[in-house]
């Protein structure tokens, strides 16, 4: 359990800084904010009534969420599979 633990943290850490970083540097993950921020901008002109814009922030937040943890699964998992391949190649050299 320990390992599991120690894994958890070194993705948070990485998530949390050189993940962070480097989408401050990728063109196409830039263009995509852009694009968000617009597509938000489109939405709240069309809103009709607080009561809508909450269930529309709901949805965008629950989608958001499930986004965000799909994306720490995927990264703890390569880090695994990252482990495994440099000890699998360390047994054959």
Same mark, same amino acid.
């Given at each position: 359990?320990? #390992? ?7 993705? #948070? /850490? ?10 401050? /540097? ?8 852009? /694009? ?43 880090? #695994? ?6 000890? /699998? ?5």
């Amino acid at each position: 359990m320990k #390992k599991e633990k120690l894994l958890d943290i070194l993705v #948070k /850490e990485r998530m949390e800084t050189a993940l962070e970083l480097a989408l401050k /540097e990728d063109d196409e993950y830039q263009h995509e904010l852009r /694009e968000q921020e617009a597509a938000f901008n489109e939405m709240r002109k069309i809103m009709l009534d607080g009561k809508q814009e909450a269930v529309v922030d709901r949805a965008i937040s629950t989608t958001n969420n499930c986004g965000t943890i799909y994306g720490m699964a995927a990264y703890r998992q390569g880090f #695994k599979d990252g482990i495994r391949v440099t000890h /699998e190649l360390g047994e054959t050299a």
